[in-house]
């Protein structure tokens, strides 16, 4: 593969949308067979970091390499690389499932395509509903749709934003093997996720952000939930101060 | 090459199967396309007889509105579901993505053409058989020109707020001479004798502006694309 690559290097990158400052000053470093967590509060820019890592959004300061290559130059053959999750599905609901999937198959210039588009329905679960509107499925029958539109071409970098949404226990639990599954074949993964119970135990590594700013965060063991809620409440002192109170006090 | 038309084929495929689904587009600017011309039927058409040479403009005119109809829903649809985004990502050079899309508003519009030049024929009484391939080759060229520019402005503002607005307001001033030019072509073959060489100039002045309205989209579609 030519424009393959093992480690992903987010240097020092800002984002702004006019005044307001999405990110700032992010950098972060994640290897093959890696599943990174990204967590944070609503609003804290992981949605963006997500769009700059799938190349959609450009940086308005600092760098994202890819191995070696950087967006701008590798281009389309890096984009073959890439696989990505968004909140909108990226789908079209006037189609089928199978017809969804093999316009992205047909796009992504895979060969045999066909039997590609039927196993991904069989991963999904799909299969029986192969030639069904999309307009009338689930959103959880979407998302485990999507996701299989996401890892079609065999994506090195996937990025996976709110995974979980809409997936019931069996289908959640499905996905956290499938992602661990990926990881084992050398695949990096970066999820965004704010379902801190199917994340733990599946995550490797964890970046939250807060505002824009990417948190340091406490190696030490323990339960998912405890570290994300203490990296949150060491990162804001004074906000953190009433609501601890505030916790005493009930 | 081959990948290019490949990639500009899928999309195309893919856009005209969505249209064929719910026919959305297909009906809203067919039906708005006739409604445009009953209008200056009723307006220019008095006791059977219809205002000498409006028939051209009246033709180019609902081409033009419809045309910006189904510009703006054919982005419209990959706006509301995000697809946009996902065409953006797939491993393909971008422009590709353009003249997939180009092609599919061009096979609407052509849908929406071969039911309004009847029409026109029908109610202002315009010889459009006399010169028929005079007349397809007036109309293939000025809607490439017109759907170039417009695919183009259409796919840059599918994120402004005010898009359904935008879009007639710098689509319009653009594409005036191609309005002008297919207007001045089609009334030289409507006339009662057909002035060819007239047609044959307004044509290839036609063409001129699709070379380079098309270059200039599709060398323009990566980097304003890119957000």
Same mark, same amino acid.
């Given at each position: 593969?030519?424009?393959?690559?093992?480690?992903?290097?987010?240097?020092?990158?800002?984002?702004?949308?006019?005044?307001?400052?999405?990110?700032?000053?992010?950098?972060?470093?994640?290897?093959?067979?890696?599943?990174?967590?990204?967590?944070?509060?609503?609003?804290?820019?992981?949605?963006?970091?997500?769009?700059?890592?799938?190349?959609?959004?450009?940086?308005?300061?600092?760098?994202?390499?890819?191995?070696?290559?950087?967006?701008?130059?590798?281009?389309?053959?890096?984009?073959?690389?890439?696989?990505?999750?968004?909140?909108?599905?990226?789908?079209?609901?006037?189609?089928?499932?199978?017809?969804?999937?093999?316009?992205?198959?047909?796009?992504?210039?895979?060969?045999?395509?066909?039997?590609?588009?039927?196993?991904?329905?069989?991963?999904?679960?799909?299969?029986?509903?192969?030639?069904?509107?999309?307009?009338?499925?689930?959103?959880?029958?979407?998302?485990?749709?999507?996701?299989?539109?996401?890892?079609?071409?065999?994506?090195?970098?996937?990025?996976?934003?709110?995974?979980?949404?809409?997936?019931?226990?069996?289908?959640?639990?499905?996905?956290?093997?499938?992602?661990?599954?990926?990881?084992?074949?050398?695949?990096?993964?970066?999820?965004?996720?704010?379902?801190?119970?199917?994340?733990?135990?599946?995550?490797?590594?964890?970046?939250?952000?807060?505002?824009?700013?990417?948190?340091?965060?406490?190696?030490?063991?323990?339960?998912?939930?405890?570290?994300?809620?203490?990296?949150?409440?060491?990162?804001?002192?004074?906000?953190?101060?009433?609501?601890?109170?505030?916790?005493?006090?009930? | 090459?081959?990948?290019?038309?490949?990639?500009?084929?899928?999309?195309?495929?893919?856009?005209?199967?969505?249209?064929?689904?719910?026919?959305?587009?297909?009906?809203?600017?067919?039906?708005?396309?006739?409604?445009?011309?009953?209008?200056?039927?009723?307006?220019?058409?008095?006791?059977?007889?219809?205002?000498?040479?409006?028939?051209?403009?009246?033709?180019?005119?609902?081409?033009?509105?419809?045309?910006?109809?189904?510009?703006?829903?054919?982005?419209? /649809?990959? $706006?509301?579901?995000?697809? @946009?985004?996902?065409?953006? *990502?797939? &491993?393909?050079?971008? =422009?590709? %993505?353009?003249? !997939?899309?180009?092609?599919?508003?061009?096979?609407?519009?052509?849908?929406?053409?071969?039911?309004?030049?009847?029409?026109?024929?029908?109610?202002?009484?315009?010889?459009?058989?006399?010169?028929?391939?005079?007349?397809?080759?007036?109309?293939?060229?000025?809607?490439?020109?017109?759907?170039?520019?417009?695919?183009?402005?259409?796919?840059?503002?599918? /994120?402004? $707020?005010?898009?359904?607005? @935008?879009?007639?307001?710098? *689509?319009? &001033?653009?594409?005036? =001479?191609? %309005?002008?030019? !297919?207007?001045?072509?089609?009334?030289?073959?409507?006339?009662?004798?057909?002035?060819?060489?007239?047609?044959?100039?307004?044509?290839?002045?036609?063409?001129?502006?699709?070379?380079?309205?098309?270059?200039?989209?599709?060398?323009?579609?990566?980097?304003?694309?890119?957000?």
């Amino acid at each position: 593969m030519e424009y393959d690559f093992d480690r992903l290097v987010v240097d020092d990158v800002s984002r702004h949308f006019g005044r307001r400052r999405a990110l700032t000053r992010v950098s972060l470093t994640c290897g093959a067979g890696t599943i990174l967590g990204l967590l944070g509060p609503n609003g804290a820019g992981k949605s963006t970091l997500l769009a700059i890592l799938s190349t959609l959004l450009a940086p308005t300061s600092g760098h994202v390499r890819y191995g070696t290559f950087d967006a701008r130059s590798a281009g389309p053959g890096l984009r073959g690389r890439l696989g990505l999750l968004g909140h909108d599905l990226y789908l079209y609901p006037e189609l089928t499932a199978r017809e969804n999937l093999e316009f992205f198959a047909r796009l992504y210039g895979l060969v045999h395509p066909r039997e590609r588009v039927d196993r991904a329905l069989a991963h999904a679960g799909l299969a029986d509903r192969a030639d069904d509107a999309v307009s009338g499925f689930s959103r959880g029958m979407r998302q485990r749709l999507a996701l299989e539109r996401a890892l079609l071409h065999g994506p090195r970098l996937l990025l996976l934003d709110e995974p979980f949404t809409g997936l019931d226990d069996a289908s959640g639990h499905a996905l956290v093997s499938r992602l661990r599954g990926l990881r084992d074949e050398g695949a990096i993964v970066i999820a965004a996720t704010h379902d801190l119970d199917l994340a733990e135990g599946l995550l490797d590594e964890v970046a939250i952000l807060r505002e824009g700013r990417l948190l340091a965060v406490p190696r030490a063991s323990g339960p998912l939930r405890e570290r994300y809620r203490e990296t949150l409440l060491a990162a804001t002192p004074t906000a953190a101060a009433p609501s601890a109170r505030e916790e005493r006090a009930r | 090459m081959k990948q290019f038309l490949r990639v500009a084929w899928v999309v195309m495929r893919k856009d005209l199967t969505v249209e064929m689904r719910s026919r959305e587009i297909v009906y809203t600017t067919v039906f708005f396309a006739a409604s445009c011309v009953l209008v200056f039927a009723f307006a220019l058409v008095r006791e059977g007889r219809p205002l000498e040479d409006a028939s051209a403009g009246i033709l180019w005119i609902a081409i033009a509105f419809a045309g910006t109809l189904a510009l703006g829903r054919t982005f419209e /649809r990959e $706006r509301h579901t995000e697809t @946009l985004r996902a065409l953006m *990502l797939a &491993p393909s050079d971008r =422009p590709a %993505i353009y003249l !997939g899309k180009l092609l599919g508003v061009l096979v609407l519009m052509a849908i929406v053409e071969a039911v309004l030049v009847p029409m026109i024929g029908l109610l202002f009484h315009a010889p459009v058989f006399a010169r028929p391939l005079w007349l397809a080759a007036l109309l293939a060229a000025g809607t490439l020109g017109f759907a170039s520019v417009g695919t183009l402005f259409a796919a840059m503002l599918v /994120r402004a $707020r005010s898009r359904d607005v @935008l879009l007639p307001v710098l *689509l319009y &001033p653009i594409t005036i =001479p191609v %309005i002008i030019a !297919g207007v001045r072509g089609t009334a030289a073959i409507f006339q009662a004798t057909p002035d060819e060489p007239m047609a044959r100039f307004w044509t290839a002045l036609l063409v001129f502006f699709d070379v380079v309205f098309v270059t200039l989209s599709l060398w323009t579609f990566e980097p304003l694309m890119t957000e």
